[in-house]
């Protein structure tokens, strides 16, 4: 197995390797988790296969808003054909933030994919956090932010999205989550702390007012997508990109109108969130 990193943050390639076989994994969740986001080239797989390599990571999570494959509801179709405008994920966001617990991973399985363009870009939250001001640090560790749904997938963003009237997200009337999370996590795995707010599924911050959430959330939001702290991904069919949702956020980008792109995607369930604040003895 050949890991080859993408930039000094975050993101890895990965080549000479075959997902089914079941004596990689090891090696493949430490990539995982010591680069956030990985690509796992050249694999030859069924959606079987998928499924199974996925449930190495965690259990499935079966999304309710996307579209499912005909014959394996663990796997959402994310499609953009070439007279849609709209993408699937186009603004930064991490999957499933709107859960209590959110889920770990999501992987994309690459069917067809444009011949230029339609990549995707990911950024680190724990370097994003790292590079803050000690005294910013201090005061976001003591903060929790509210995410829900409602003004993603519910009935209002019905009427105003394509990817919504076409059918590509569905069943509006699940989009009743609320939770609230830390604002800064110590990621379950490798036990750095992360930013765990984003633009989709982020409403506003607990603590704080309406104008005061909203200056500190747009700070986070501008300052954690500096190109310092993301890499961005080429698809190929049979690539495998798997990235951890507590640790990094994601950005389809949408650059390749006339062309079809097919991905399926499997979202893995992860473990209770905790919180970077010191606890008080
Ligand atoms: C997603 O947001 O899960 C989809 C990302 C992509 O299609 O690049």
Redesign the pocket.
Known sequence: MIISPLTGVLGAEISDVDIREESTFTDIFQAFVDYGVIAIRDQKITPEDQIRFAQRFGSINCNPFFTPHPKHPEIAL?IKEPHQKL????SW?S?HSYDAIPCRA?M?HTIEAPPIG???GFASMSAAFAALSKPMQDFLRNLSAHHSTSHVFGSNAKDRYETHKDGRVNNPELATHHVIHPVVIKHPLSGKECLFVNRDFTTHIEELTDDESKFILNFLYNHASDIRFTCRLR?APGTI?IWDNQATW????NDYDGYR?V?H?I?VNGVALESAAPTST
């Open positions: 994310v993408a699937i994920g186009e966001h999957d999501s994309l339609g990549d995707t698809h990109t994601h950005t389809s980008i792109r991905m995607r979202v």
